[in-house]
């Protein structure tokens, strides 16, 4: 996707993301420092959020390409809403679901127990 002539490559992004670097002979990613890189085919930028955004494309990403000698050739730039999902359950059984359960993690058996009820409809509603 670079355009022609481009041999290297920037990344910036906004607080709320993470940029890494996925290139061939790397095992691990290597975390994007805003440095320039050398634009080598098989390399790959994994983005990802840790939280939900407060407002819609409230994050960005912009990557700018460079020819031989740093001339600025372009950008791309992509804008980003982290959405937040969570199963939260009834884990005491007490009939309020609360987000932070320590009783999440495990399940008993019994009247006494904990952990989350699960009914699964296996049949056939469509034929």
């Not at 095992?27 to 085919?41: A, F, K, N, V, Y």
């Not at 939280?51 to 819609?56: K, T």
């Amino acid at each position: 996707a670079a355009p022609a002539g481009a041999v290297a490559f920037g990344v910036k992004h906004t607080e709320g993301v993470s940029v890494a670097l996925l290139c061939r002979g790397h095992p691990e990613p290597i975390p994007s420092s805003g440095t320039r890189r050398p634009l080598d085919e098989g390399t790959v930028l994994r983005l990802s959020m840790s939280r939900a955004s407060s407002e819609v494309n409230d994050n960005k990403v912009t990557v700018s390409f460079y020819a031989e000698g740093g001339k600025p050739i372009n950008q791309a730039g992509v804008f980003l809403t982290g959405i937040g999902i969570s199963l939260d359950v009834d884990a005491d059984r007490d009939g309020v679901v609360e987000k932070n359960s320590p009783n999440k993690a495990s399940w008993t058996w019994g009247p006494e127990g904990h952990g989350a009820i699960l009914l699964v409809s296996c049949d056939k509603d469509f034929p």
